[in-house]
């Protein structure tokens, strides 16, 4: 605590009516950064401080009619999760403080404008036109837990009125999120009406919105809605990415202080036959129809090989019991199938377009391990598929890889997770592309899974997929300002 009595850092005051003194670190990273403060104004060698990192903190907000009090909304470690899965992570809590040092202030504000979560609300709507989807699906189902015991009491504490202000949409099916959006958020967009939405789910959620928004007609007064996300799906890769998961509060003071920023997004389109894998892989069903050609969106991923196949060999229910952990143990049992053999090689013709030019250029003729065209620099917490990448900056880059062992994969797999070391490793291809073009040779629709963020598209035999930039202008990701 060595701030200057006359430091902005420092200052008497009040914590909930109390005689308090406090002290304020700068900085969002380790633990002592933050809000530091004791009972009292006399501060002695065995002083009791109580630290509030500033990753936990969501903001201070003047309160109104008041000179110098505040409303100080953090968040805090829920120590019910050591004995209860099913618990929300963080809870949400909240202070008065009465003249809290200036820097805090400054550094946590609400920002005004565009940054404002209270911009994107009117609450003056006939209806609300604030969305909140709790997707019971994804991750390993803390949706309903988190709305309970983090968003629910934030919204109270802020006045912000279930049926009044917002309306909450409870996932009951894999289409739920789609009839959602097809049915209300996007006749409203078209009218015109500015929305938001949040989305308490991983990135499936949010492809199930944007194939809505970006298969639908939009009018001409189609007013684009805003996605913020709580990541509570197993990979949560655009949440990653984009910076929501740079603090402790779930996404929440994204929500409340990002802004909205155009999300990039890239088509897919597939030859004749390709059908989407759901329910384990017991139903399909076909693309959307864009001009007579197959068609699917995606703001993450698209890829064809070894990461396909974990993706979709571990969506099952007894795999998404395991978290995060079911990609390592899917890719485990690829790599070293059970009988012994060696890891699949995949067949096909893989081609790129770069920027400047409209030539097709085959890559790594003949057989690949990995192909795997992305728009985000994470697919999962610290497994940094494209360290070039930067938050939303809409380009698509290509990782790949052509046959390796089992050992050899999982040693690319590991410096991937080291900041992604893995782009320079010679046995790894690694670049800016402007296209990608798949034409599948395997016999076995297994080797004939494409995955698009996470959802399963099969090829059929002598089939292809080509994948190029989408469409601006239909949706906006709420994120956290880049100064
Ligand atoms: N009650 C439900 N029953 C069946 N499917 C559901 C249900 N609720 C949500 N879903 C679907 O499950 C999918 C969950 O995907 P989501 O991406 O949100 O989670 P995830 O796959 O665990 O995470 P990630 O894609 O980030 O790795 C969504 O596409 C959603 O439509």
């Not at 799906?233 to 990002?258: P, Q, Y």
């Not at 993706?311 to 019991?321: F, H, M, P, W």
């Not at 067949?347 to 003949?366: A, L, M, P, Y």
């Not at 992305?374 to 497994?383: I, P, R």
Request: proline residues 5%; negative net charge; aromatic residues 8%.
């Amino acid at each position: 605590m060595g701030a200057d009595v006359s430091s902005p850092a420092h200052s008497e005051g009040k914590i909930d009516g109390r005689p308090a003194t406090f002290y304020y670190k700068r900085g969002d990273g380790d633990e002592e950064t933050g809000l530091a403060w004791t009972e009292g104004y006399k501060v002695y060698p065995g002083s009791h401080w109580v630290k509030i990192p500033a990753k936990d903190i969501l903001v201070v907000a003047g309160i109104k009619n008041t000179e110098d009090d505040y409303h100080f909304l953090f968040v805090e470690a829920n120590p019910a999760v050591e004995k209860d899965s099913t618990a929300s992570p963080v809870l949400f809590r909240s202070q008065t403080l009465t003249n809290p040092p200036s820097l805090l202030v400054n550094d946590h504000s609400i920002p005004s404008g565009r940054s404002c979560w209270e911009y994107r609300q009117t609450h003056n709507a006939v209806q609300p036109n604030f969305s909140v989807v709790l997707s019971t699906g994804s991750g390993t189902g803390l949706a309903k837990a988190v709305y309970d015991q983090l968003l629910k009491p934030m919204f109270d504490h802020c006045e912000i009125v279930e049926g009044k202000h917002y309306v909450v949409h409870t996932t009951t099916s894999e289409s739920s999120i789609t009839e959602l959006i097809r049915d209300e958020i996007l006749p409203r967009a078209n009218l015109g009406v500015k929305q938001s939405l949040l989305l308490m789910s991983g990135d499936g959620g949010v492809v199930d919105t944007i194939n809505v928004l970006l298969c639908a007609e939009r009018s001409k007064d189609y007013m684009k809605p805003s996605l913020s996300v709580l990541p509570l799906g197993t990979g949560n890769a655009l949440a990653h990415s984009a910076g929501i998961t740079s603090d402790n509060t779930l996404g929440i003071r994204s929500w409340m202080c990002g802004e909205p920023r155009e999300l990039p997004v890239f088509v897919a389109k597939f030859s004749p036959g390709a059908r989407f894998l759901f329910d384990e892989a017991r139903q399909e069903r076909p693309l959307h129809l864009a001009d007579g050609v197959q068609t699917a969106y995606g703001a993450v991923v698209c890829s064809w090989g070894l990461h396909a196949g974990l993706v979709a060999d571990s969506d099952t229910v007894e795999y998404r019991k395991f978290g995060v952990e079911r990609f390592k143990m899917a890719a485990k049992e690829a790599l070293f199938p059970s009988d012994g053999s060696p890891p699949h090689i995949y067949n096909g013709k893989v081609k790129i377009r770069q920027s400047g030019t409209d030539e097709w250029v085959e890559i790594r003729q003949g057989q690949h391990s990995y192909v795997l065209a992305t728009l985000v620099g994470q697919l999962e917490k610290g497994f940094t598929i494209s360290p070039a990448s930067k938050p939303l900056d809409g380009k698509l880059r290509l990782v790949h890889f052509g046959p390796v062992d089992g050992k050899q994969a999982m040693e690319v797999m590991g410096e991937a997770y080291q900041g992604g070391e893995h782009v320079k490793d010679e046995r790894v291809g690694y670049e800016e592309i402007q296209g990608l073009r798949i034409e599948l040779q395997e016999e076995d629709p297994r080797w004939r899974r494409v995955c698009i963020d996470g959802k399963i598209v099969r090829v059929e035999k002598g089939g292809w997929v080509e994948v190029s930039m989408g469409q601006k202008g239909v949706v906006d990701l709420i994120a956290p300002r880049t100064n």
